[in-house]
């Protein structure tokens, strides 16, 4: 029977010839189905490779299946950075105890202005905490850029002048009318100015009420106030005098740093003992500056950006530059330069930030009227200062109070102030003036080529069955003392208050924690155990293809489910994690006095561990237990590390905590590049998920299919070839036969 073939190779046998072929028009013969017979039994080679190749397949997914199990355990218990309500690592998991904060003026209050955490071995009881004092950073705040508002003085100035305002590059002109304001009310010149910015005409265009729904002005008690209705900022400028200062409304980080003033130069910024010079162009924005800010070197190849943050606030208007650590040991300045170092006011002013020099806290109790002599001083002293490179000397004596040292400084032209909440003395200038202070002056706690500095938070506490409070100075608002984590979250602002710390006795959030960790243990050793020891489903090879397309995809689900089994089955780096898990939680850690089972942590027995290899059980009781008595024991066991000092690895081993090193060989198995299961299976998204061995082994098998599949075409097409030679000689016989027929017929 004659037949039409037409196919492309399969990857699991049938014919791999692209060809069109017309066979068996002569002979008869089904030809195709007489090659495809004659091709099973090679056929069977490349069915063969390709479930090979499945089966390596399956088994790299099985193996990057655990791996994903065991890093996402890691990650969510066992890193310091793990989050709060899994972590494992910080001994704050162990506390015995819960601690409640209340106010003593409104015990009504549901909130308080420091929070603490009891880690283990904190002592049980009542105590308090007095906040004096709040850390804080090194900052700078500049003024509100917002320049929009002036006060009216001269009313007669505005009679048919303009005021231009320019919008992403456009400049609209509001011409006002040829009349005499002198005498005018505001809201007579509010109607005038206002109609002026209906009709403005476009400088470029020419065309009249284009800023209409733009900007719009209005006056109160004499001071008009320009605001523009979008999010665009808007450039002012005027031959009216009241309006020359006036530069930005609604600026935001895309406002140009020429719209405010600034000139082309440098910001230097000094952290500490540590100079960065910053670029400043007129002609970049202030968002580009604050990248410009950021990515300046300070230091040995370190950036500003890990000592300071940069904002600027569009609500309202400023941009503030501060250290991001707290303390009085952190100092902050800013000077503004041209670029031959000479000193540019522009910079300083446009972003409306003060030159200023700031001592640190004064003693408490310091006010105004306090004298120089009691503050440590006797006799007479200078004060000496520079102002961009002058020299300012004001001399004082022990008398004088800090009020009249503000007066003597203001009197030299140069603003100063007495901060009676932080109790910090302040030099500054408005223009933009870089300032310096050329010496110390103790008195006021000011230092030589000072700027401003953080502050230490102060506080005084009394612990349980204690009256007497001890005071305390830490550089930040989060400490530890005495086995207790304090946060002070309110800023006393120059008036101290109280919270009482209720200590009790409860270990319910720990045990929680623990329970977890050992459920996800549990869970994640059995899936690992009952794979390894899985049977393998001989009867359920993978499918080929003619097969898969003769079932449902239930039926082909099923069946590979059953191919699947034992896929991994007795593998030996998987009993080998295992059984070093294992060990992890069952040898001694010296160093913590207290053993697994005292915690109320042990292995099954009996029947239950041959169906529960590995996995631990807990008693709620004995753990509950010690953690309230025994907290920080319990933290030893788990997460100690080994002292620096110890070289010898079986040293190191039995001084590390439980978790600490399960930590460890998971990172040994699959996080670490040579990891042992990731240098089998890889992983996605690592640099193994291609430099594996199963990968390379895939690659190989893909190689050999792509042989076979190239041998069989060749053979295929030299059966096709043979019965084609076949099909010529019966054409030629038959012609030969219907000729002889035709002349014997004659």
């Known amino acids: 029977m004659a037949s039409v073939n037409s196919t492309s190779g399969s990857s699991t046998g049938g014919t791999y010839s692209t060809r069109l072929r017309l066979t068996g028009m002569a002979s008869g013969l089904d030809v195709d189905a007489t090659v495809k017979k004659l091709m099973e039994a090679e056929t069977l080679k490349l069915t063969k490779l390709n479930q090979t190749r499945q089966y390596t397949q399956w088994r790299q997914d099985a193996l990057r299946d655990i791996i994903k199990d065991i890093r996402t355990f890691r990650q969510s218990y066992l890193l310091y950075e793990s989050p709060d309500d899994t972590n494992m690592i910080k001994s704050k998991a162990y506390s015995g105890a819960l601690v409640t904060a209340s106010d003593p003026n409104n015990l009504t209050s549901t909130t308080t202005g420091v929070t603490a955490t009891a880690l283990p071995g904190a002592a049980i009881g009542v105590s308090n905490i007095k906040v004096d004092q709040m850390a804080k950073s090194a900052k700078y705040v500049g003024a509100n850029l917002n320049n929009n508002s002036v006060a009216i003085s001269n009313r007669s100035d505005y009679r048919n002048k303009t005021i231009n305002f320019t919008i992403n590059g456009t400049q609209y002109a509001a011409k006002l009318a040829d009349t005499d304001f002198s005498t005018a009310s505001d809201s007579d010149i509010l109607s005038a100015v206002n109609t002026a910015i209906d009709t403005a005409i476009n400088s470029t265009t020419g065309a009249a009420g284009e800023l209409n729904g733009k900007v719009t002005a209005s006056i109160q008690s004499g001071k008009i106030t320009f605001n523009s209705l979008n999010d665009n900022n808007v450039r002012v400028s005027s031959d009216i005098s009241d309006l020359s200062n006036l530069k930005v409304i609604n600026p935001n980080t895309s406002t140009l740093l020429s719209d405010l003033g600034i000139a082309d130069g440098k910001l230097r910024i000094s952290v500490g003992n540590q100079i960065a010079n910053v670029t400043v162009n007129s002609g970049q924005t202030i968002q580009d500056l604050i990248n410009n800010i950021n990515n300046a070197s300070i230091g040995s190849n370190e950036s500003l950006y890990s000592k300071l943050k940069v904002n600027f606030n569009e609500l309202t208007g400023n941009l503030t530059i501060e250290t991001r650590d707290t303390g009085s040991n952190n100092t902050l300045k800013l000077t503004g330069l041209n670029n031959d170092n000479t000193d540019n006011n522009a910079i300083l002013k446009g972003l409306g930030m003060y030159s200023t020099i700031e001592g640190t806290n004064l003693a408490d109790g310091t006010t105004a009227n306090t004298t120089l002599s009691a503050l440590g001083m006797s006799g007479s002293q200078d004060l000496k200062l520079t102002v961009n490179g002058v020299d300012k000397t004001i001399s004082l004596d022990s008398t004088k109070t800090i009020q009249q040292v503000v007066d003597a400084i203001k009197a030299q032209g140069i603003d100063a102030e007495f901060d009676s909440a932080s109790k910090k003395f302040r030099i500054f200038t408005k223009d933009g003036s870089n300032l310096n202070i050329t010496s110390d002056f103790s008195p006021l706690n000011i230092k030589y080529n000072g700027g401003v500095s953080g502050q230490d938070s102060i506080v005084e506490i009394t612990p349980p069955g204690s009256a007497i409070p001890t005071k305390v100075v830490k550089s930040s608002n989060d400490f530890t003392i005495d086995n207790m984590t304090y946060s002070i979250l309110k800023d006393p602002n120059g008036t101290a208050y109280n919270t009482t710390l209720t200590t009790k006795a409860d270990a319910s959030d720990s045990i929680k924690k623990i329970k ?124 100690t590390k080994p002292d620096s000092s110890i070289t010898n ?43 594996n ?18 041998k069989l075409a060749d053979k295929e097409d030299a059966y096709y070839k043979k019965f084609s030679a076949l099909e010529a000689a019966m054409t030629k016989l038959n012609a030969q036969q219907a000729s002889l027929s035709q002349q014997l017929g004659s």
């Open 649 to 691: 690895a079986t040293e190191k081993y039995n001084n590390t905590g439980i978790f600490q090193r399960v930590e460890d060989i998971i990172d040994n198995a699959a996080v670490k590049i040579d990891g042992d299961l990731l240098k089998t299976a890889g992983f996605e998204g690592t640099y193994s998920e291609t430099t």
């Open 693 to 710: 061995t199963i990968t390379k082994d895939l690659k190989k098998q893909d190689d050999a299919i792509y042989e076979m599949k190239r």
């Open 516 to 639: 977890s960790f050992i459920e996800t243990y549990n869970g994640i050793v059995k899936k690992i155990n009952d794979k390894i020891g899985e049977k393998k489903g001989y009867d359920y090879k993978p499918l080929t293809d003619d097969q898969k397309n003769a079932m449902t995809e239930n039926q082909i689900k099923t069946w590979e489910d059953k191919s699947k089994q034992g896929i991994i089955r007795n593998d030996g780096q998987l009993q080998s994690m295992l059984s070093s898990m294992r060990s992890a939680f069952m040898d001694t850690v010296k160093s913590a006095g207290i053993s697994l089972k005292e915690l109320g942590i042990d292995t099954y027995s009996g029947l239950e561990s041959i169906s529960k290899p590995g996995q631990f059980k807990l008693d709620e009781t004995k753990l509950k237990t010690a953690l309230e008595t025994r907290g920080d024991q319990v933290v030893k066991i788990f997460t």
